[in-house]
């Protein structure tokens, strides 16, 4: 399979822990994008890469969240101290740019 | 700020029955596209339009783009307990280069035999 792949699939958390999703994207793409969708909503965009470079992150990630594309290739998303609202999916997506978007199947992460 | 509202968010109908979803916007987006969600994957790419006033169909899926690239219709005939989901509609973001996607709120769809 050479989709995008992501794990964890699911984590549960205590709260204050720390946790780091692995995105592995399809391998020729150049961009690499983080979403957070919360239960019955759409996702929200969180960050962009294009290759190594981190070229846009939203609001939303505030400073316990840190993401990583050390080689342009796999990308980690960090969480420091997680909290309860931090409870979502994951999810990442790649592109050749500004081309079609596939997704992951995300991370289910549950903070208790 | 690019925001995309969806209607109806919920909606449960009977094998057999059409429906439509709607995605609005007060912005102008460069594209706009269709995922459906499966609970716990990822959204998949169902469409994407780029030209307004465009419309594509996909078996019993018709897509429709806003003349003004402001809004879009998906309508379902006869609808099939398959076609129970999540639908998205997102449009790529105005703001740079980024290729970002802004998403609706989503539409779920139940589909009762």
């Known amino acids: 399979d050479t989709g995008v792949s992501q794990d964890p699939r699911h984590k549960i958390t205590k709260r204050g822990q720390n946790v780091t999703f692995r995105c592995d994207p399809i391998?020729?793409?150049?961009?690499l994008y983080w979403y957070r969708q919360t239960l019955g909503q759409g996702p929200e965009f969180l960050t962009y890469?294009?290759?190594?470079?981190?070229?846009?992150k939203s609001r939303l990630l505030s400073d316990r969240f840190s993401a990583e594309r050390p080689k342009g290739s796999f990308s980690t998303l960090e969480i420091q101290r997680t909290e309860q609202g931090d409870s979502a999916m994951y999810l990442c997506?790649?592109?050749?740019?500004?081309?079609?978007?596939?997704f992951g199947q995300g991370t289910r992460l549950t903070v208790v | 700020t690019q925001l995309l509202e969806q209607s109806p968010q919920f909606l449960s109908i009977q094998e057999g029955e059409n429906l439509t979803v709607y995605c609005n916007s007060s912005s102008v987006f460069s594209s706009l596209q269709w995922y459906r969600q499966e609970p716990g994957e990822g959204p998949v790419l169902l469409v994407t339009v780029v030209t307004g006033g465009e419309v594509k169909k996909l078996k019993r899926l018709t897509f429709q783009f806003g003349d003004a690239r402001k809004d879009s219709s998906l309508h379902i005939t006869a609808a099939q307990p398959g076609d129970t989901g999540l639908y998205l509609c997102?449009?790529?973001?105005?703001?740079?280069?980024?290729?970002?996607?802004?998403f609706g709120q989503g539409t779920t769809l139940q589909v009762k035999p």
């Open positions: 997102a449009g790529g973001s105005t703001s740079g280069n980024t290729g970002k996607l802004i």
């Open positions: 391998s020729e793409h150049n961009r």
């Open positions: 890469f294009q290759n190594e470079a981190q070229l846009e």
């Open positions: 997506a790649s592109s050749l740019d500004r081309g079609q978007a596939f």
